[in-house]
T-cell receptor, first 114, second 111 residues
Framework: DADVTQTPRNRITKTGKRIMLECSQT?????MYWYRQDPGLGLQLIYY???????NKGEISDGYSVSRQAQAKFSLSLESAIPNQTALYFC?????????????FGPGTRLTVL | RKEVEQDPGPFNVPEGATVAFNCTYS??????FFWYRQDCRKEPKLLMS???SGNEDGRFTAQLNRASQYISLLIRDSKLSDSATYLC????????????FGAGTRLFVKA
């Protein structure tokens, strides 16, 4: 079984709809992240959480919100989806073992907003 | 200027070739450095961490030059399976935690 899972894997929706992307992990890591990836661009950080009570905005948080329901679960919501939110979304986890913040990614969710 | 810059490529090389990628970063306070590999439409996966003294893992060698603020990845004896996008990753913790991904360098290894 995968250590970091994302649901759904693919989603097509319409402008204005509310969408939730879910992420679960079995790695026991405290840190979780949401990124988006657009063609030709690097991964951009949307939100991150260092523990259940900690939520931080990343570089592109506008139009998104998150919820850290438990150590193992971190969900991303688009309150009112717009076409330029069409992208590949990755969840990641990390810990600080060996003093380095190595990140482990889920398989991604491909979101299309029409 | 981007915080982490990579040559996007693509690099087209024959099997068995040696290929090198460079990556530059702008913040001298950056703390940790990594190379990730990403196959088309898949998630990034850690290839190797980059240590100040340089490190090697099989056919892969990573180097860090803090004075010049660049990181390199050398792949020897390229295999077809090495075809992928290679992402340079830098973390910082000044004024808040930050992990920055480069846009990646595409490599195609041909038979």
């Amino acid at each position: 079984d995968a250590d970091v899972t994302q649901t759904p894997r693919n989603r097509i929706t319409k402008t204005g709809k509310r969408i939730m992307l879910e992420c679960s992990q079995t790695k026991g890591h405290d840190r979780m992240y949401w990124y988006r990836q657009d063609p030709g661009l690097g991964l951009q950080l949307i939100y991150y959480s260092f523990d259940v009570k900690d939520i931080n905005k990343g570089e592109i948080s506008d139009g998104y919100s998150v919820s850290r329901q438990a150590q193992a679960k971190f969900s991303l919501s688009l309150e009112s989806a717009i076409p330029n939110q069409t992208a590949l979304y990755f969840c990641a986890t990390s810990d600080l073992s060996a003093g380095r913040d190595t990140q482990y990614f889920g398989p991604g969710t491909r979101l299309t907003v029409l | 200027r981007k915080e982490v810059e990579q040559d996007p490529g693509p690099f087209n090389v024959p099997e068995g070739a040696t290929v090198a990628f460079n990556c530059t970063y702008s913040n001298s306070a950056s703390q940790s450095f990594f190379w990730y590999r990403q196959d088309c439409r898949k998630e990034p996966k850690l290839l190797m961490s980059v240590y100040s003294s340089g490190n090697e893992d099989g056919r892969f060698t990573a180097q860090l030059n803090r004075a010049s603020q660049y990181i390199s990845l050398l792949i020897r004896d390229s295999k077809l399976s090495d075809s992928a996008t290679y992402l340079c990753v830098v973390t910082q913790n000044t004024g808040g935690f930050k992990t920055i991904f480069g846009a990646g360098t595409r490599l195609f290894v041909k038979a």
